[in-house]
DNA sequence: ATGAAAAATTGATATATCTCAACATTAAAC
DNA sequence: GTTTAATGTTGAGATATATCAATTTTTCAT
């Protein structure tokens, strides 16, 4: 508790787990954003942002993390990317029509800084390095989708599936054991297949010996034979 | 030939063929734009720009269609969707890599402009308006390919055979009976399948009465039915 | 601790989809 | 116009994938 309040009451201008973009900001419109923003602590499957609501700010994720994914058609989700701490999200939806283009829900307990809109809009009008580096980090979740894209309709399930571990384990956490933060459901609805079909490629990959599962962590055993997996598709 | 030279010396402050977007520059803006472009004819099936490419220009079409699409695994294309005339073509290279990530081919004879990307990003940091209005419209991309990705993964084969006639109709020609621009192999491209299930595909909708295909053109019979079975998917 | 709910697992079966191979038609090149 | 190449068509068979139903394990609230 004594946590929440610490964080909470943090200004931007000490802020460690800012990130990037708004590093590039100075003193004063620090000091403007600092004023204008709510930070908000969210538990594991809270919904942080649901998709269709009006956007009235964008986010910063402090600590924590999250799954970022668009809800389509009955009830299914695809899963899009894991937002970790000190990622931006801002999304189409900013100078398209103002609302929110996908869900965001927390899988692990979450900090999250919700900056209002039109101050953020304000500082990228004026701040050239700003707007450019917005562009740069909106512009690389725009390729993340192409590739995603690609990936999810001209592979077969092995390789979507050796691509998701392997984008968990290059982009999110970095090393060969990490943390299971995604159920097997959460798991197929990153790599577009059943949750059967999930359940029954980890058992494969298991029995083959390129991961393994124990009390909740997977470790990449054979990180070659997954990236060949992933390339053969 | 003589309509070649009297496209490519008419000057922007001229055109009639323009997208919305630099619609917005006021007259020095557009004769600076004009001083730094480069105005190519295409015929049909030569292609305009390359995915991987060093993207020297944006690109705006004047008359023609043109697919654009992700080249992926092993040669298979993903067409993320028609250019159409007017139509303003940036990408997320703009501000990544300033490389294109996408390629893009003339199905009719072509006419487009290049427009020096120094130039572009310039007038981009000077004319708010502009500005605002290419982020709109890189917006709106994006949740094209949003959307496709969600139909592309989330529906059976009749579903997206229906949204791919659906978009033609919709989108790009918005009248039920039109040219048949692309190849069996292209619908296929557009719909994530293979070739021959987009014949079987056609087949049935015709044997349904749904569409009609004669002489190089497609006519929608049934447009409700269609709507329906994208909707059922 | 206990029971209820949610998630994971499994194998059998049904279905969707692709691949292959053979052939027909159309467009392009000479 | 004839030949050649590209595109379109078809059905059969193989394969990938989803669905279903039954069971186990885990998680969570009381």
Known sequence: MAEYFEKS??????????????????KE????VDANKIHVNFKAGETIK???????????VNSGLAKLYLEGIEGRSAILRIVKP?????????????????SITALLDSSVCFIDLQVFKKILST????AEEFLKDFSRDVLT??????YLTQKQMPGRMADALLYLHDEIFEQ??????LSRFELSELSAMSRESAVKL????????????????LEILDIDALRKISHIG
């Open 86 to 102: 000190s990622n931006f999200i801002g999304g189409p939806g900013i100078y398209h029509d103002q609302r929110h283009h996908f």
């Open 202 to 217: 980890l058992r494969d990959f298991q029995k083959e010996e390129l991961i393994r599962i124990s009390d909740h962590e």
């Open 145 to 150: 989708v192409y590739n995603r894209l690609i």
């Open 9 to 26: 009451l943090k200004r931007c201008t000490d802020c460690q787990c800012m990130s990037q973009l708004f590093g590039l900001l100075n």
């Open 176 to 181: 060969s054991k990490f943390p299971m933060i």
């Open 50 to 60: 649901k998709q269709g609501t009006f956007m009235s700010h964008v986010l910063s």
């Open 127 to 130: 701040n050239q390095v700003f």
């Open 29 to 32: 419109e620090l000091e403007f």
